[in-house]
């Protein structure tokens, strides 16, 4: 928290997360991040939840899973 949402962004972009802003208001974060890896036996992802004001972040969360055979 308190780190500058644009250094965000570009970092995500950099490592191919897909960025997306929450369509319901009313969710707890406003904005999320997703990178997944499908592998042979797994399905990796990777999930970045956070919110902003005047560009800097105020609120951030993440998680990790896996789905194997």
Request: charged content about 25%; overall charge negative; some cysteine.
């Amino acid at each position: 928290m308190g780190s500058d949402e644009g250094s965000l962004l570009a970092e995500l972009d950099r490592e191919a997360f897909t960025v997306t802003a929450a369509k319901d208001p009313t969710k707890r974060y406003r904005f999320s991040a997703t990178y997944e890896v499908h592998q042979l036996a797994c399905n990796l992802s990777w999930t970045i939840w956070w919110n902003a004001e005047k560009s800097t972040i105020t609120d951030i969360a993440g998680d990790y899973g896996a789905t194997c055979l």
